[in-house]
Structure formats: structure tokens, C-alpha cells
């Protein structure tokens, strides 16, 4: 005799239930009224997108932090990235495991000297969820550069002069030349 509560474990989220209390003694099972309850929906999760670094003409680091799952579990989470503003799952992306926390994503066979624009993303029962949009571009490719050697002039027994001229479209910073 007295009051009592039970705590129902393993329940599906946005899913309608019937509950009844009940006794049983020796001489059979009694059952209360019958009680309605609706579980809370999963919501959409909660992303942040991590700056992009380590470009460069071909290649970059990304990543993201997933911190709230909404609910439910996080069955996959990356980045996706377009050369079009507001990118989904759609176009490219990496697959960087599941869960919440934070995560790493090593980008790969991007074009040289392109602006790309990137986001994060979750996704759980709820469907996938995108953080903030970024945008970086490329380093110019070493391929785009022409190069000419000079002829050589000012012959010696033992020196000669030469050099070259540097040109192309999209040239990277030059860190040495000779």
C-alpha cells in the first residue's frame, strides 16, 4: 500500500504511450486508469564550424564541434564544401565518426586558386544540422607558373652569369628563386 513511481527506460523519442498502474496479490491483478504520455521529439544538434587552416594550393584542415546531440545520438558528423555559398551533405564532405565533440577534417583534392565555402554538420534522427558557414580560397598552383632561363653570358673558366624571368596568372608567393 502507499504511493510508488517507476522509471520506464529505453523509450523512442516523439512516440505516444498508454501506462496503467497495477497490484497484484494472491488473489489476482488489479489495474488503474489508463494514462497517455507523448516522449519529447529529437531535435536538430548543435554545431559550431572551426576555422580552415593549413591551405594549401590543393589540400586544408577543417573541422567542427558538435556540442549538443538534441536528444538523440549522432550517427554522422564533417564538413561539406562547394564552390557555391551554403554547401550540404550533398556535395562534397568528409565523414569524421559520431557523437558530439570536437573533430578534424583533412580536406583533399581541392583546385588551386579557388574559394571554396565550408560548413560542419550533424546528423540524428532529427535530420542534419550545419554550422556557420566559412569561406577560404586556395593557394595558386606552381603548375600556373612559366618560367624562362636566360641565356648565359659573362663565360669564365670557372663562372658564367644567367637567370630567368618569372611569370604566370595566379602566382603563389615566391619563398626562393635561382
Known sequence: ????????????????????????????????????????AVAL???????????????????????????????????????SPNPMVSNSKTVDGSGTGTFRSQLTNLGPATTYYLRAYATNEAGTKYGNQVEFSTAGAAENISITTATVTEIQRRSAVSGGTISGTGIPLIIERG
Open 45 to 83: 544538434s548543435s554545431v559550431i564550424t572551426s576555422p580552415v587552416t593549413e591551405i594549401s594550393s590543393t589540400a586544408a584542415i577543417a573541422g567542427g564541434t558538435v556540442n549538443d546531440a538534441g536528444g538523440g545520438k549522432i550517427t554522422e558528423r564533417g564538413v561539406c564544401w562547394s564552390t
Open 1 to 40: 500500500a502507499g504511493a510508488f513511481s517507476s522509471t520506464p527506460r529505453e523509450l523512442a523519442p516523439a512516440t505516444t504511450y498508454y501506462v496503467r498502474a497495477y497490484a497484484s496479490t494472491e488473489t489476482g491483478t488489479v489495474y488503474g486508469d489508463v494514462k497517455q504520455f507523448t516522449t519529447a
